[in-house]
């Protein structure tokens, strides 16, 4: 089992950036394949992002790509979201979430993870 929790979210100005951390405590991080989620008031949660065990693959959603990065770092245990240029659409609370590796990794869909941050607020204002 591993633990999630976010950390970086705030409020900035459209065209700003931000960078989120997701720590993990308990088992290795590397045995994981992580993603990113989002969910805005009123909306379902959506994909944002997603990094392989290795980090030698990542997927990101049409809407943040060439905008946001993911990366991770298995030895600190923390897993990076990079965003960039920030529009208003992006306003949400952000989640990490981690999905066993051993099994297939549909990336977007949130049924492929079994552990979940408790999220942090990305606001932006235009």
């Known amino acids: 089992q591993v633990q999630l929790v976010e950390s970086g979210g705030g409020l900035v100005q459209a065209g700003d950036s931000l960078r989120l951390s997701c720590a993990a405590s308990?088992?290795?991080?590397?045995?994981?394949?992580i993603g990113w989620f989002r969910q805005a008031p009123g909306k379902e949660r959506e994909f944002v992002a997603g990094?392989?065990?290795?980090?030698?693959?990542?997927y990101y959603a049409n809407s943040v790509k060439g905008r946001f990065t993911i990366s991770r770092d298995n030895a600190k245990k923390q897993v990076y979201l990079q965003m960039n240029t920030l529009k208003p659409e992006d306003t949400a609370v952000y989640y990490c979430?981690?999905?066993?590796?051993?099994?297939?990794?549909?990336?977007?869909?949130?049924?492929?993870?079994?552990?979940w941050g408790q999220g942090t607020q990305v606001t932006v204002s235009s």
């Open positions: 308990g088992r290795t991080l590397s045995i994981y394949n």
């Open positions: 990094i392989m065990w290795t980090g030698g693959s990542t």
């Open positions: 979430s981690a999905s066993p590796t051993g099994r297939q990794y549909a990336y977007a869909r949130p049924q492929t993870y079994d552990y």
